[in-house]
C-alpha cells in the first residue's frame, strides 16, 4: 500500500496517479473494524471494476482532538482505539492500495463543503467513485452531507454510493462500540468487533529499567520483571489496565510462536511520571517465559529496536498505585500468577474441544 502525507506528497510522489482517478473512502477509520472491512471490501470491487487503485482518505489528528485542542477540552477528545502505524497496516491488511493522511487544521477544518468537493475530490485526487458510511459529513461546520455529495458527483462525472451500518448480532459496529468495550475491559467484544483480537505494534524503546531490579519472589523468578516497551503515540488510549497478553515478533522465525506475557497499557502511576518516557502512555510487557537468546542478553539490549505486536487477549484489572516497590513487586507477581491462570484455562479449554471434535 503506498502511503501519502498530505495532497501534495501524492501529487510529487506519483504524479500519474491523479491524472487516472481513484476509487476513494473517506474517514478516521479507527481500528479498522468489522464495519470499516466490509466498506474496504466492497471498495476494493468497485475500484477493481474500473481499473483504478482503491483510496482511503484519513486525517491525523483526529478532527475530534483539533476541536477539542482548540477550544481547550480535552474531554471532548475521543479515546484512540490504534495508533496510526497499526491503522495504515490494517488497511493494508484489507487489500487497500493507497492511503492518503491528511493533516487535520485550521485550514481543513474551515474548507467548505463545495470547495472540498472540487479542489479534493476533483481535482487533486481525480475520483471516480466515492463511497461513504451512512451518517457521512464534511466540510466546514460538517455542512455537507451525502445528497449535497450525490448532486456535486451528477455535475462534475463521479460515481458516489452510501454503505448502511453494519451489524452483527443485531448491534451496529462502531468505532464508539469498540471504545466502549475496551474501556469496560470485555476484550472478547472487543475482539467480536474488530475481527480479530486486540493488539498494539511498535518498536521496543527504553524505559526506566526498573523492571529488572523488582526480583520477583519464589524459586526460578529472581530475574526481576524485565519488559518490553512500546509507545502509544496518543495520550488517550481507549484501554488501560493490566492484560494477560501474547507477544509476536520476539522469536527466531517470523512465524515462531507467540510468547504468553502480562502487559500495563497506561501512565504507570506508582512511578515518577519525570521517568525517561515523560510520563506517556506506554505498552510494557512482561513474557512469562522469555526465549532463548534473549532470556541471556535482555535486558542487554537485543530487544530494542525490534518491531513487536502485542494482542490484549484478557484484562485482569485497572491499573493500581502502589505504596512501595515492594508493594508493586508483589502485585507484579500476582499479576503474573494471574496471567497463567487464564493462559492454563484457555490450554484447558481447548483440549476439551479438541477432545469433543474426536468423539
Known amino acids: 500500500m503506498k502511503i501519502f502525507r498530505g495532497l501534495r506528497s501524492r501529487l510529487t510522489s506519483d504524479p500519474d496517479t491523479a491524472p487516472g482517478g481513484c476509487a476513494l473512502t473517506i474517514g478516521n477509520f479507527d481500528g479498522v473494524h468489522r464495519g470499516h472491512q466490509a466498506m474496504l471490501a466492497l471498495l476494493n470491487n468497485e475500484a477493481k471494476h474500473r481499473s483504478v487503485p482503491s483510496c482511503v482518505m484519513t486525517f491525523e489528528p483526529h478532527p475530534r482532538d483539533y476541536f477539542a485542542a482548540l477550544h481547550h477540552q480535552p474531554e471532548l477528545a475521543p479515546a484512540r482505539i490504534a495508533t496510526l502505524r497499526d491503522k495504515l497496516q490494517e488497511l493494508e491488511r484489507c487489500g487497500v492500495d493507497q492511503c492518503v493522511v491528511l493533516p487535520f487544521n485550521a485550514k481543513l477544518a474551515a474548507q467548505t463543503p463545495q470547495a472540498f468537493i472540487e479542489d479534493i475530490l476533483v481535482a487533486s485526487l481525480g475520483v471516480k467513485y466515492v463511497l461513504v458510511g451512512d451518517d457521512f459529513r464534511f466540510g ?100 488501560s489496565g493490566i492484560f494477560a497478553v501474547l507477544v509476536h515478533g520476539l522469536g527466531p522465525q517470523a512465524d515462531s510462536a507467540p510468547l504468553p506475557g502480562v502487559a500495563n497499557l497506561g501512565v504507570r502511576p506508582s512511578l515518577d511520571p519525570d521517568d525517561v518516557n515523560g510520563g506517556r502512555v506506554l505498552l510494557e510487557t512482561h513474557c512469562l517465559d522469555w526465549p532463548g537468546a534473549l532470556a541471556e542478553s535482555l535486558p542487554g539490549g537485543e530487544a530494542y529496536g525490534k518491531i513487536v505486536r502485542v494482542e490484549l487477549l484478557h484484562k485482569l484489572h485497572d491499573e493500581l498505585k502502589y505504596a512501595s516497590l515492594d508493594a508493586l513487586t508483589q502485585g507484579i507477581a500476582r499479576d503474573c500468577d494471574d496471567a497463567r491462570a487464564f493462559f492454563a484455562s484457555l490450554h484447558t479449554q481447548t483440549h476439551r474441544q479438541t477432545t469433543r471434535d474426536r468423539i
Open 140 to 239: 466546514a461546520k460538517r455542512a455537507g452531507d451525502y445528497g449535497m455529495l450525490d448532486a456535486a458527483a451528477n455535475r462534475l462525472g463521479f460515481d458516489v454510493a452510501r454503505m448502511q451500518s453494519y451489524e452483527v448480532h443485531g448491534l451496529r459496529v462502531s468505532s464508539s462500540a469498540v471504545r466502549q468495550a475496551l474501556a469496560a475491559g470485555r476484550m472478547d467484544d472487543v475482539a467480536a468487533l474488530l475481527g480479530r483480537p486486540y493488539s498494539i505494534s511498535g518498536h521496543v524503546v527504553h524505559g526506566r529499567k526498573l523492571g529488572r531490579q523488582l526480583a520477583e519472589s519464589g524459586p526460578g523468578r529472581g530475574d526481576g520483571f524485565r519488559t518490553l516497551n512500546l509507545r502509544f503515540s496518543h495520550w488517550k488510549p481507549a484501554a
